[in-house]
């Protein structure tokens, strides 16, 4: 059975750090592309990160480049989300996806599993 598991989530304060971890079962998760979204309430959910299977990545957020870094861990088949110099606006469910295909897409149709999701709150 295919899962993911996001963990990492809590509360901290403007200016801090969290790591967020998506821990895959049921299949390698270095064959797909990972992407982490996050949905803050009464928003719609964004892309913020995605690593392809080779280890290239991409920003699909503005707003978190300089701040935010994504890696994989193959043998733990686990991917990163790590989050610096965090603030308010940075709080959601953070999500993370496995897409259909070994890059990453551009829409988040093209990616079929998903994690329960993790909260991140982040004090002023």
């Known amino acids: 059975q295919v899962q993911l598991v996001e963990s990492g989530g809590g509360l901290v304060q403007s200016g801090g750090s969290l790591r967020l971890s998506c821990v895959a079962s049921?299949?390698?998760?270095?064959?797909?592309?990972i992407g982490w979204f996050r949905q803050a309430p009464g928003k719609r959910r964004e892309g913020v990160l995605c690593?392809?299977?080779?280890?290239?990545?991409?920003y699909y957020a503005d707003s978190v480049k300089g701040r935010f870094t994504i890696s994989r861990d193959k043998d733990k088949n686990t991917v990163y989300l790590q989050m610096n110099s965090l603030k308010p606006e940075d709080t959601a469910v953070y999500y993370c996806?496995?897409?259909?295909?070994?890059?990453?897409?551009?829409?988040?149709?093209?990616?079929?599993?998903w994690g329960q999701g993790t909260q991140v709150s982040v004090s002023s």
């Open positions: 049921g299949f390698a998760l270095d064959r797909y592309a």
């Open positions: 690593i392809s299977s080779t280890g290239p990545y991409i």
């Open positions: 996806a496995s897409a259909d295909y070994y890059y990453c897409p551009s829409s988040v149709q093209s990616y079929r599993y």
